[in-house]
């Protein structure tokens, strides 16, 4: 069984910022590509930046300049540092591993989310 928890949403004014975590446990052998998502009310969910095991990156266009991804292999766990907020980055955060389990399965998994608000 793969678990992801994530943590550090919460409530911040325009302009600040907040951190993401994502921890991963659980019967894997790999924890390849991991993926911030989000899901503002009443849209549809979409990549916001990604990371691979071995540093690349990826960013949305909306977010580029004010979002870091990053990783610490060793702990499984991925963050999301989120700068120069603004109200249209209020949403629902996911976060998603690929994993390859202990059983040779390779599938995506998700967290449970966690709300971003900005708003003052």
């Known amino acids: 069984q793969v678990q992801l928890v994530e943590s550090g949403g919460g409530l911040v004014q325009p302009g600040g910022s907040l951190r993401l975590s994502c921890s991963v446990s659980?019967?894997?052998?790999?924890?390849?590509?991991m993926g911030w998502y989000r899901q503002p009310p009443e849209q549809q969910r979409e990549l916001v930046a990604s990371i691979t095991n071995d540093g690349g990156t990826y960013y949305a266009d909306s977010v580029k300049g004010r979002f870091t991804v990053s990783r610490v292999n060793a702990k499984n766990t991925a963050y999301l540092q989120m700068n120069s907020l603004k109200p249209e980055d209020t949403a629902v955060y996911y976060c998603?591993?690929?994993?390859?389990?202990?059983?040779?399965?390779?599938?995506?998994?998700w967290g449970q989310g966690t709300q971003v608000t900005v708003s003052s």
């Open positions: 998603r591993g690929d994993v390859i389990t202990t059983r040779g399965y390779s599938s995506a998994y």
């Open positions: 659980g019967s894997i052998i790999s924890l390849n590509r």
